[in-house]
């Protein structure tokens, strides 16, 4: 859920650089906690990324070595560790959002740890406050973002609503991600469900079908290589000017720009955007629990929760966490996003992918 910079290609979300500071993503060769090795390994998505200077502090200020293993797409990620979880690649897992929460919390992945700082956490991001088997990191909006541009050249109105995506005049011009795989493109058909109920959100993608949207496995995919407005789409020669990304995407192309443009290049249609939450736990079988703690303390930290913002696009959950100026200019959240309870995500969300894949995919 997060978006950084890869390469020399701008990315926009909920994450995507890679962390070099820290050691490669081998094996597990943490230690037992009392004694052992004193490294800790955060297992994460491929949207981690945070700054040198945070990494060395948190490594100074503990005493443990930070390694970071990327184990792709988010939903992916969290299958992955649920599979292992009774031989955890790592201490932490950092990536779990509130779309996959209860998969993750139903399959024993996390042991309770409350982290320092839960009580600074924004009240609406708390979760499963009891046994604080996970702890709120950050939040972000998915949303459909346009290309400027292309809709400037076109003289057409970009599209503000899911009602006006399956328009004609928007045909053929949305690429989304697979829900089964992608965490921005489970959280779109989440908001498609909010939006239109148990009973109407297959309808309105029968209509999205037919008027033209393309599916495609996770969101670097969709953003870098089919979306026109983006800096990789645009050298790729993309041609859908609408994507599902984050109301954090547009800053992300202001930030990363050879030369910082007037405005951004993209936009986000306000009408379509669901609200997202990260959290991070200490994994059940953890090897060095002591240091996933300390780490899980860090990730609250105000200097890691303010570091959040230019390095993987997200909003920070603590209440005093300061958001710097061009991330809140550029990417400000959504005024009303679509929500939806846990629990009923919970109740719901395999049967609607499963029966979503059938009507969308086949």
């Not at 950084?4 to 081998?26: E, N, P, R």
């Not at 609250?300 to 920070?316: A, I």
Request: one cysteine or more; proline letters at 6%; aromatic letters at 10%.
């Amino acid at each position: 859920m997060s978006i950084t910079k890869k390469a020399t290609v701008l990315v926009a979300g909920l994450g995507l650089i890679t962390l070099s500071a820290c050691g490669s993503s081998g094996g597990n060769d943490q230690g037992t906690g009392s004694g052992g090795s004193r490294t800790v390994t955060l297992v994460s998505h491929d949207s981690w990324a945070v700054s040198k200077d945070v990494v060395a502090a948190f490594e100074k200020q503990s005493g443990y070595k930070l390694k970071v293993l990327k184990d792709g797409e988010a939903g992916q990620a969290v299958n992955k560790a649920i599979l292992t979880k009774d031989n955890p690649q790592g201490d932490v897992f950092f990536g779990v959002d509130n779309t996959l929460l209860s998969r993750a919390l139903d399959n024993g992945l996390f042991q309770p740890y409350e982290a320092k700082g839960f009580d600074a956490i924004r009240p609406e991001y708390r979760a499963d406050e009891d046994e604080h088997r996970v702890t709120p990191v950050d939040t972000g909006d998915i949303c459909v973002n346009y290309d400027k541009q292309w809709f400037e050249k076109k003289k057409l109105t970009p599209p503000r609503t899911f009602d006006d995506l399956v328009k004609p005049e928007y045909k053929n011009l949305l690429v989304t991600e697979n829900a089964s795989t992608s965490s921005p493109g489970l959280g779109f058909l989440l908001g498609t469900a909010a939006e239109y109920g148990d009973d109407g959100w297959p309808g309105y993608w029968k209509k999205l079908k037919a008027n033209g949207v393309k599916v495609v496995d996770g969101w670097e995919q969709a953003y870098y290589e089919e979306f026109s407005g983006s800096a990789g789409g645009k050298e790729a020669g993309a041609d859908r000017p609408l994507v599902v990304s984050y109301a954090s995407s547009p800053p992300a192309e202001v930030v990363y720009a050879k030369s910082e443009p007037k405005t951004a290049p993209t936009g986000v249609a306000e009408g379509t955007c669901f609200r997202q939450v990260e959290y991070a736990g200490l994994l059940a079988d953890a090897r060095n629990p002591e240091g996933g703690k300390a780490l899980l303390d860090f990730l609250l930290s105000k200097r890691f929760q303010e570091d959040m913002p230019l390095n993987m696009f997200v909003y920070p959950v603590r209440e005093d966490a300061r958001v710097p100026k061009v991330f809140a200019q550029y990417g400000p959240q959504a005024e009303d996003p679509e929500t939806m309870d846990p629990a009923k995500i919970a109740a719901n969300r395999d049967q609607w992918v499963k029966s979503w894949t059938s009507l969308v995919l086949k």
